[in-house]
């Protein structure tokens, strides 16, 4: 839920509902423009001294988005352009009528939000109405920028430039200095770029722009200005080399005593190399060898009780930059929840956990925690025709664990093959950003050796998808039609694929499942199939600007469809559909300023025809005068099947339920900045939901910021799987029995940052997640009959303790659904009580010690534990935290840039 309520929210921080991409002639009061100079002898110290910061003409008469739509902008802005043969330069000075004590300023590490003052340039390089490349800089110094010219601005963009700042009497000025070699544009000599400038007054919260659209209007790079006079006669050579070298000393209790393979204290030394080369104009081929992800912050802890994997954010560097261009699919919509967009790519998946088994049980196994990343290349950029391209290819190590008895000698088993990732992505943008077409394809091809026999029985040989994606608008980019196909193809080992088609994302082996055919597309169990195909898509129609505002959307995949082994997918053999309609009101009100309220619902079906999912919604959120922001979202879901609670068994029904999540946030510029977001449920079989999750922000000085975001879930299911089992005497449901039982569950957490900024280029950045979960489980059932919602629970007969642990509690199930005690038909399975408890956390020291240049010092902690109480007392559960010894890694790293 929490996400549905940070999309309203967003909505309304970007102008309510606004599209990004605007019609080719809305420019009311005709386009602004303005030139640049060519200069010579620019000396970067942010004073602006120099005559040609005099002389040019700048771009002025900025107006207000915020908070007094289309008013002229309270504060002056002037900025000026010049050039040379190696750089644009960027002057620009910001008034302010308090002088020097009205500027607000704010210390933070590069790229991250600032709650103060900044200017903000966005060029259309190409000027084809499609790309933004983002140039961002505050008044003391901190950078931010995005880009490299693409439809969606990719924040992990980091090119080597530099800004300089300053604060006067006047208000503020700032100069830039972005090398050609960074930036990418057409291979004309006489250059007219599209162009945005936009500037933050943070103590009036007044956001104006240099060529203006209104909120209710859609906007983006045909909305822009001219940079014009630019002439780029000779180009640079392009090539970066960023050499490393890191040294990681490990201090890790062994989990196996007495193992052979782990051992206390572990130091290593690596080193390996980025390059980045420009080819031709406008591609970028970017590479790594022997890469080193040590500085990466740790995954947040989880509790996962589901049949479906977790997602994580990509962290790598060299994987998150230039994502954007990478990207394919996604979900588009105003409120929608439990459901996926499409993902053909999910780099994570490269360099992933080693997913073979083990012919046997070891007493002891040495297996590597992620397959090592030999080497990868990516290649960016356009081609003359205006096409975007992107290409990823990747090689990952055969990895093997080394096993041992307590007698006899050290056996290796492979665990993950030597694999080969590629994905290739184009796109084009044309009719004045109104059109954009898209191809991409991925393939994965695994090479077994000889002796890897029971890995080619469990991963597939090979993995191809292919799709095609659009963006259309239409009526002044007032209405658009968005959306994706793709096909997808898995091939392998008979057994391979069984697992497939048994897997959480599909059960084709469900017993009650209807029998289609196995035609070009999977629709059908069969042990000895060799391949599984399948197709999805998704497509949104949708009104964008106005008053009102609606969207209507379909995403399916076929229950065949399987990408896993390069993207993400948790469930295929479905077909959603949804609606939303809005009222916005973007001019203040006599107690809001801006507000917007919608309802819709969404309705899902299977493949077979069962209805699996349907919601109806609705929602209200606004902006107060004091800049405090409220909201409201509640949904109720009617009662319906579902083909998944017994995890490949038949179907049932699962209960209805609702949810009511209000949310608020105060001031963000204020020194203590509070957001909360509670919410609170129920379901028709006696279930229950409680969750509580807040972030207070303290920023103490304009350099310190400590963010401190607790949250607390409660739950109290009535249909927590716990086990299945075939048995001949269940006959109503297919002689398979599974195991249900009452489920109270706790989970708190803490996450806390401590960002600490010394300059622009040196911070301190701490972060830890103590995490305690607990899950109770009782009344131990199962359903009667398939497609009903009846349960029975077991009798004391039925159900017996079997065996029990120390402190006396059942350790161990017995379960005898005959009757017969003599009979060899009963099951045993372990008691799912749980009790988790863990911190992570890791502490960054980043310099940038020259541009583009980096030493890392990191330290990073874990202590985990668990126990099997199930209750949940909060001393006891987070005391054991730090009863547990902890695992320390430390790590120095250098990066040296080479370029220009």
Same mark, same amino acid.
């Given at each position: 839920?929490?996400?549905?309520?940070?999309?309203?929210?967003?909505?309304?921080?970007?102008?309510?509902?606004?599209?990004?991409?605007?019609?080719?002639?809305?420019?009311?009061?005709?386009?602004?423009?303005?030139?640049?100079?060519?200069?010579?002898?620019?000396?970067?110290?942010?004073?602006?001294?120099?005559?040609?910061?005099?002389?040019?003409?700048?771009?002025?008469?900025?107006?207000?988005?915020?908070?007094?739509?289309?008013?002229?902008?309270?504060?002056?802005?002037?900025?000026?352009?010049? $050039?040379?043969?190696?750089?644009?330069?960027?002057?620009?000075?910001?008034?302010?009528?308090?002088?020097?004590?009205?500027?607000?300023?704010?210390?933070?590490?590069?790229?991250?939000?600032?709650?103060?003052?900044?200017?903000?340039?966005?060029?259309?390089?190409?000027?084809?109405?499609?790309?933004?490349?983002?140039?961002?800089?505050?008044?003391?110094?901190?950078? $931010?920028?995005?880009?490299?010219?693409?439809?969606?601005?990719?924040?992990?963009?980091?090119?080597?430039?530099?800004?300089?700042?300053?604060?006067?009497?006047?208000?503020?000025?700032?100069?830039?200095?972005?090398?050609?070699?960074?930036?990418?544009?057409?291979?004309?000599?006489?250059?007219?770029?599209?162009?945005?400038?936009?500037?933050?007054?943070?103590?009036?919260?007044?956001?104006?722009?240099?060529?203006?659209?209104?909120?209710?209007?859609?906007?983006?790079?045909?909305?822009?200005?001219?940079?014009?006079?630019?002439?780029?006669?000779?180009?640079?050579?392009?090539?970066?080399?960023?050499?490393?070298?890191?040294?990681?000393?490990?201090?890790?209790?062994?989990?196996?005593?007495?193992?052979?393979?782990?051992?206390?204290?572990?130091?290593?030394?690596?080193?390996?190399?980025?390059?980045?080369?420009?080819?031709?104009?406008?591609?970028?081929?970017?590479?790594?060898?022997?890469?080193?992800?040590?500085?990466?912050?740790?995954?947040?802890?989880?509790?996962?009780?589901?049949?479906?994997?977790? $997602?994580?954010?990509?962290?790598?560097?060299?994987?998150?930059?230039?994502?954007?261009?990478?990207?394919?699919?996604?979900?588009?919509?105003?409120?929608?929840?439990?459901?996926?967009?499409?993902?053909?790519?999910?780099?994570?998946?490269?360099?992933?956990?080693?997913?073979?088994?083990?012919?046997?049980?070891?007493?002891?196994?040495?297996?590597?925690?992620?397959?090592?990343?030999?080497?990868?290349?990516?290649?960016?950029?356009?081609?003359?025709?205006?096409?975007?391209?992107?290409?990823?290819?990747?090689?990952?190590?055969?990895?093997?664990?080394?096993?041992?008895?307590?007698?006899?000698?050290?056996?290796?088993?492979?665990?993950?093959?030597?694999?080969?990732?590629?994905?290739?992505?184009?796109?084009?943008?044309?009719?004045?950003?109104?059109?954009?077409?898209?191809?991409?394809?991925?393939?994965?091809?695994?090479?077994?050796?000889?002796?890897?026999?029971?890995?080619?029985?469990?991963?597939?040989?090979?993995?191809?998808?292919?799709?095609?994606?659009?963006?259309?608008?239409?009526?002044?980019?007032?209405?658009?039609?968005?959306?994706?196909?793709?096909?997808?193809?898995?091939?392998?080992?008979?057994?391979?694929?069984?697992?497939?088609?048994?897997?959480?994302?599909?059960?084709?082996?469900?017993?009650?499942?209807?029998?289609?055919?196995?035609?070009?597309?999977?629709?059908?169990?069969?042990?000895?199939?060799?391949?599984?195909?399948?197709?999805?898509?998704?497509?949104?129609?949708?009104?964008?600007?106005?008053?009102?505002?609606?969207?209507?959307?379909?995403?399916?995949?076929?229950?065949?469809?399987?990408?896993?082994?390069?993207?993400?997918?948790?469930?295929?053999?479905?077909?959603?559909?949804?609606?939303?309609?809005?009222?916005?009101?973007?001019?203040?009100?006599?107690?809001?300023?801006?507000?917007?309220?919608?309802?819709?619902?969404?309705?899902?079906?299977?493949?077979?025809?069962?209805?699996?999912?349907?919601?109806?919604?609705?929602?209200?959120?606004?902006?107060?005068?004091?800049?405090?922001?409220?909201?409201?979202?509640?949904?109720?879901?009617?009662?319906?099947?579902?083909?998944?609670?017994?995890?490949?068994?038949?179907?049932?029904?699962?209960?209805?339920?609702?949810?009511?999540?209000?949310?608020?946030?105060?001031?963000?510029?204020?020194?203590?900045?509070?957001?909360?977001?509670?919410?609170?449920?129920?379901?028709?079989?006696?279930?229950?939901?409680?969750?509580?999750?807040?972030?207070?922000?303290?920023?103490?000085?304009?350099?310190?910021?400590?963010?401190?975001?607790?949250?607390?879930?409660?739950?109290?299911?009535?249909?927590?799987?716990?086990?299945?089992?075939?048995?001949?005497?269940?006959?109503?449901?297919?002689?398979?029995?599974?195991?249900?039982?009452?489920?109270?569950?706790?989970?708190?957490?803490?996450?806390?940052?401590?960002?600490?900024?010394?300059?622009?280029?040196?911070?301190?950045?701490?972060?830890?997640?103590?995490?305690?979960?607990?899950?109770?489980?009782?009344?131990?059932?199962?359903?009667?009959?398939?497609?009903?919602?009846?349960?029975?629970?077991?009798?004391?007969?039925?159900?017996?303790?079997?065996?029990?642990?120390?402190?006396?509690?059942?350790?161990?199930?017995?379960?005898?659904?005959?009757?017969?005690?003599?009979?060899?038909?009963?099951?045993?399975?372990?008691?799912?009580?749980?009790?988790?408890?863990?911190?992570?956390?890791?502490?960054?020291?980043?310099?940038?010690?020259?541009?583009?240049?980096?030493?890392?010092?990191?330290?990073?902690?874990?202590?985990?534990?668990?126990?099997?109480?199930?209750?949940?007392?909060?001393?006891?559960?987070?005391?054991?935290?730090?009863?547990?010894?902890?695992?320390?890694?430390?790590?120095?790293?250098?990066?040296?840039?080479?370029?220009?």
């Amino acid at each position: 839920m929490k996400r549905i309520q940070t999309t309203i929210a967003a909505l309304l921080a970007a102008g309510v509902l606004a599209s990004p991409v605007a019609a080719q002639d809305a420019h009311p009061s005709g386009t602004p423009s303005v030139s640049a100079h060519r200069a010579a002898g620019i000396v970067l110290d942010g004073k602006l001294s120099e005559d040609v910061w005099k002389t040019p003409a700048p771009a002025t008469d900025f107006r207000q988005l915020e908070p007094n739509e289309g008013q002229p902008a309270t504060q002056r802005t002037e900025v000026r352009f010049a $050039y040379d043969e190696a750089a644009l330069y960027v002057g620009a000075r910001m008034y302010d009528s308090l002088g020097a004590a009205g500027v607000r300023r704010q210390l933070t590490r590069r790229d991250q939000n600032v709650d103060s003052d900044y200017i903000q340039l966005v060029f259309d390089t190409f000027h084809d109405h499609a790309g933004r490349t983002v140039l961002q800089v505050n008044p003391s110094g901190v950078k $931010y920028d995005a880009g490299q010219a693409s439809a969606n601005a990719d924040p992990s963009w980091d090119p080597v430039w530099v800004a300089e700042t300053h604060i006067d009497s006047l208000g503020w000025t700032a100069e830039m200095r972005i090398p050609w070699s960074q930036l990418r544009f057409s291979s004309a000599v006489e250059q007219t770029w599209g162009m945005q400038i936009w500037r933050q007054a943070q103590r009036l919260n007044e956001t104006s722009m240099w060529s203006f659209w209104g909120s209710k209007e859609t906007g983006g790079p045909p909305r822009f200005g001219h940079l014009a006079g630019i002439r780029v006669e000779s180009r640079p050579r392009g090539l970066e080399i960023m050499p490393y070298a890191v040294s990681r000393a490990s201090y890790v209790t062994p989990t196996q005593p007495g193992s052979p393979f782990q051992h206390e204290r572990e130091y290593d030394t690596r080193i390996g190399a980025d390059v980045r080369a420009l080819l031709g104009s406008n591609l970028t081929l970017s590479a790594t060898i022997n890469p080193d992800f040590g500085q990466v912050e740790q995954d947040p802890a989880v509790v996962n009780l589901s049949a479906f994997e977790s $997602y994580f954010e990509e962290k790598r560097p060299f994987f998150v930059e230039g994502s954007g261009l990478l990207s394919f699919g996604g979900l588009n919509c105003f409120t929608c929840s439990n459901v996926s967009g499409m993902s053909l790519f999910y780099s994570r998946r490269i360099g992933r956990s080693p997913q073979g088994g083990l012919p046997e049980e070891y007493e002891y196994e040495d297996r590597p925690a992620n397959a090592r990343l030999i080497g990868a290349a990516k290649l960016t950029g356009r081609t003359a025709g205006g096409w975007q391209i992107g290409a990823l290819e990747a090689v990952t190590a055969r990895e093997v664990s080394r096993v041992r008895n307590l007698t006899g000698p050290v056996a290796e088993h492979t665990v993950e093959p030597m694999t080969n990732y590629f994905m290739g992505r184009v796109r084009r943008t044309t009719a004045g950003g109104a059109r954009t077409w898209g191809l991409m394809a991925t393939s994965v091809v695994r090479r077994f050796g000889e002796g890897d026999g029971l890995l080619r029985n469990q991963l597939p040989a090979h993995a191809e998808a292919l799709g095609a994606d659009w963006n259309l608008y239409w009526k002044n980019q007032t209405y658009r039609l968005m959306g994706n196909v793709a096909l997808s193809n898995v091939m392998g080992d008979s057994l391979a694929i069984d697992r497939l088609q048994r897997s959480s994302a599909r059960y084709f082996n469900r017993p009650d499942r209807g029998q289609g055919s196995n035609g070009v597309f999977s629709d059908r169990y069969e042990t000895g199939a060799t391949a599984l195909r399948g197709f999805g898509g998704y497509a949104r129609l949708s009104k964008e600007s106005g008053d009102w505002l609606w969207e209507s959307s379909v995403n399916y995949r076929s229950p065949g469809f399987e990408v896993n082994d390069m993207a993400f997918l948790t469930q295929a053999d479905y077909v959603w559909m949804h609606g939303n309609v809005l009222r916005q009101w973007t001019q203040p009100g006599s107690w809001y300023r801006n507000a917007v309220v919608g309802a819709g619902g969404q309705n899902q079906v299977n493949f077979d025809g069962d209805r699996t999912d349907a919601q109806v919604h609705a929602f209200v959120s606004g902006t107060f005068h004091n800049y405090w922001e409220a909201g409201l979202y509640g949904h109720y879901r009617p009662e319906v099947y579902s083909d998944r609670a017994t995890r490949g068994g038949a179907v049932v029904r699962r209960a209805a339920s609702w949810f009511m999540g209000p949310r608020m946030s105060t001031d963000s510029r204020k020194p203590v900045v509070l957001s909360m977001n509670p919410g609170f449920g129920g379901s028709a079989d006696g279930g229950s939901f409680v969750e509580a999750n807040a972030s207070l922000r303290f920023k103490p000085s304009t350099n310190v910021q400590l963010t401190l975001s607790p949250a607390y879930n409660y739950s109290d299911s009535r249909a927590a799987y716990v086990r299945q089992f075939t048995d001949p005497t269940a006959t109503a449901m297919f002689g398979r029995r599974a195991v249900f039982a009452d489920l109270e569950q706790h989970t708190v957490s803490m996450s806390t940052r401590l960002n600490w900024t010394f300059s622009p280029t040196l911070s301190l950045e701490l972060y830890a997640q103590p995490f305690v979960a607990a899950g109770d489980y009782r009344n131990f059932k199962e359903f009667e009959r398939p497609r009903s919602l009846d349960r029975r629970t077991f009798t004391d007969t039925e159900l017996s303790v079997a065996a029990t642990r120390a402190d006396g509690t059942p350790g161990t199930y017995r379960l005898d659904t005959d009757g017969d005690p003599a009979a060899d038909q009963d099951f045993r399975f372990d008691n799912p009580d749980f009790n988790v408890r863990s911190l992570r956390g890791n502490a960054v020291l980043r310099w940038e010690y020259r541009p583009g240049s980096t030493l890392f010092l990191v330290w990073q902690q874990q202590r985990s534990d668990g126990q099997a109480y199930g209750d949940f007392e909060f001393g006891r559960d987070a005391n054991g935290i730090f009863d547990s010894k902890p695992d320390n890694v430390l790590v120095i790293k250098a990066t040296y840039w080479i370029g220009r």
